[in-house]
């Protein structure tokens, strides 16, 4: 069942969605994972900076959740790719020239197949949108440290995670969307519109824990079938952290490696009466934070000649094919 078929039974399946969302809320405001409000840990001055790469992040995860939801949908019912829009309105990011062939193709591909792939896609492209605003939050806090309450690395990780922590309660919303479509309706109590909103009557189909996307075993008879409320939930949860945890085992490397990069770096030298005619001026302090200034203009140990840091740059070995099949599949050239 994806939508229920009268109001009364809608207003029940909201009613019973809309406390076990409150709760899922509610566990993620007090979790003891949840990192602390970015507002609190930044100083006035760096609140607009900070806010801009925030905004940046977002902007670029709704398109990347766009772009994969579009995809994955239309793979997984591609007797709509060759339609101009989708869901009511949403333009085909299919280009128009290779709709006919994405239908051949994706009818003859296995579903649980399709969700994987899609999945990996996400996951991936947000490994790279973490990577990015990693690099941007470091170059301040390495120039700005003296102002941070935290060490430079520790300030920037803490930024970065509470964007990741963030997704927990949106992802499992965009999963429902690459499977299915919600349908409009207004037959319902006002009180329940939020739990409407996040679509909580929803039920997992089952491909989405069939090989390879799962464990079980593929049925093409009962791949359409929905799960009940219980594990429905219990695998939104799970299909979210398996989306979130490369971005965040590659957040946890990233701070690893500018740890070593700073490490790295020579400390300053006493200076000397007479130094000698071709000694350079230090690029390297010692902060209050006891981490070493880096003057991004110039330090080679840590970031390059445009100010890019080289290791926050490491792309998945796999990473290059699969954006260029996502490309080809959607043009994004």
Same mark, same amino acid.
């Given at each position: 069942?994806?939508?229920?078929?009268?109001?009364?039974?809608?207003?029940?399946?909201?009613?019973?969605?809309?406390?076990?969302?409150?709760?899922?809320?509610?566990?993620?405001?007090?979790?003891?994972?949840?990192?602390? $409000?970015?507002?609190?840990?930044?100083?006035?001055?760096?609140?607009?900076a900070?806010?801009?790469?925030?905004?940046?992040?977002?902007?670029?995860?709704?398109?990347?959740?766009?772009?994969?939801?579009c995809?994955?949908y239309?793979?997984?019912?591609?007797?709509?790719?060759?339609? *101009? !829009?989708?869901?009511g309105?949403?333009?085909?990011l &299919? *280009?128009?020239?290779?709709?006919?062939a994405?239908?051949?193709?994706?009818?003859?591909?296995?579903?649980?197949?399709?969700?994987?792939?899609?999945c990996?896609?996400?996951?991936?492209?947000?490994?790279d949108?973490?990577?990015?605003?990693?690099?941007?939050?470091?170059?301040?806090?390495l120039?700005?440290q003296?102002?941070?309450?935290?060490?430079?690395?520790?300030? !920037?990780?803490?930024?970065?995670?509470?964007?990741?922590?963030?997704?927990e309660?949106?992802? *499992?919303?965009?999963?429902?969307?690459?499977?299915?479509?919600?349908?409009?309706?207004?037959?319902?109590?006002?009180?329940?519109?939020?739990?409407?909103?996040?679509w909580?009557?929803?039920?997992?189909?089952?491909?989405?824990?069939?090989?390879?996307?799962?464990?079980?075993?593929?049925?093409?008879?009962?791949a359409?079938?929905?799960? $009940?409320? $219980?594990? !429905?939930?219990?695998?939104?949860?799970?299909?979210?952290?398996r &989306?979130?945890?490369?971005?965040?085992?590659?957040?946890? $490397?990233?701070?690893?490696?500018?740890y070593v990069?700073?490490?790295?770096?020579?400390?300053?030298?006493a200076?000397?009466?007479?130094?000698?005619?071709?000694?350079?001026?230090?690029a390297?302090g010692?902060?209050?934070?006891?981490?070493?200034?880096?003057?991004?203009?110039?330090?080679?140990?840590?970031?390059?000649?445009?100010?890019?840091?080289p290791?926050?740059?490491?792309?998945?070995?796999?990473?290059?094919?699969?954006?260029n099949?996502?490309?080809?599949?959607?043009n994004?050239?």
């Amino acid at each position: 069942m994806i939508e229920p078929v009268d109001s009364q039974e809608l207003n029940r399946l909201l009613a019973e969605g809309d406390v076990r969302l409150r709760r899922s809320i509610e566990a993620l405001k007090n979790s003891p994972r949840r990192p602390k $409000d970015w507002e609190e840990i930044t100083p006035a001055q760096l609140k607009s900076a900070i806010q801009h790469l925030r905004d940046e992040f977002k902007s670029q995860e709704w398109q990347i959740t766009m772009r994969t939801e579009c995809g994955c949908y239309l793979a997984l019912h591609p007797e709509l790719a060759t339609q *101009p !829009t989708f869901k009511g309105g949403f333009t085909n990011l &299919i *280009p128009v020239e290779r709709r006919a062939a994405w239908q051949q193709f994706y009818r003859r591909t296995f579903e649980p197949a399709i969700f994987k792939f899609w999945c990996d896609q996400l996951s991936e492209n947000l490994v790279d949108s973490i990577i990015k605003t990693f690099d941007r939050i470091l170059k301040i806090a390495l120039t700005q440290q003296a102002t941070l309450p935290l060490a430079p690395v520790e300030w !920037t990780t803490m930024l970065a995670h509470g964007l990741l922590y963030s997704l927990e309660r949106t992802l *499992p919303s965009k999963i429902k969307a690459m499977c299915d479509e919600q349908k409009n309706r207004s037959d319902f109590a006002k009180d329940y519109f939020f739990a409407y909103c996040a679509w909580v009557y929803w039920r997992a189909p089952r491909f989405v824990h069939m090989k390879p996307s799962g464990n079980t075993s593929y049925d093409p008879n009962t791949a359409w079938e929905r799960e $009940d409320e $219980d594990k !429905t939930e219990r695998l939104l949860h799970g299909l979210t952290e398996r &989306i979130l945890d490369p971005a965040r085992f590659k957040l946890k $490397d990233l701070a690893g490696e500018a740890y070593v990069a700073l490490a790295s770096t020579a400390p300053e030298r006493a200076p000397t009466e007479n130094p000698p005619s071709h000694a350079q001026p230090t690029a390297h302090g010692t902060g209050e934070t006891g981490f070493p200034n880096i003057d991004l203009r110039r330090s080679r140990s840590c970031l390059g000649k445009k100010g890019t840091c080289p290791i926050f740059l490491i792309r998945h070995s796999s990473q290059i094919a699969k954006e260029n099949a996502l490309r080809y599949a959607l043009n994004m050239n």
